[in-house]
């Protein structure tokens, strides 16, 4: 009847990491689209280079940030028990 009023350390950073991993591809899309906002009418070269090598770092970042994530997820799967092996 009496609930515990904390959630375990191990259990809220599996949320919070999964919390993460569903936040990241609206943070992607948003990260992505910022250039066209930031659009000029006149851009030349210059700029839309700059908006080429933005994306690909944006691109790069994204691939790191879920395979770290993924990682960390898959090994916080494993049972406590099989832990201490």
């Not at 992505?32 to 030349?44: H, K, N, T």
């Amino acid at each position: 009847m009496n609930k515990p009023l904390y959630v375990a350390p191990q259990s809220y950073r599996q949320r919070r990491l999964r919390d993460a991993a569903r936040l990241l591809p609206i943070l992607a899309v948003f990260l992505i689209i910022l250039p066209m906002l930031w659009g000029q009418a006149g851009s030349d070269l210059r700029s839309s280079g700059l908006d080429a090598i933005y994306l690909f770092v944006v691109w790069l970042c994204l691939i790191i940030a879920a395979a770290v994530l993924a990682r960390r997820l898959t090994l916080g799967d494993t049972p406590p028990d099989e832990d201490k092996g």
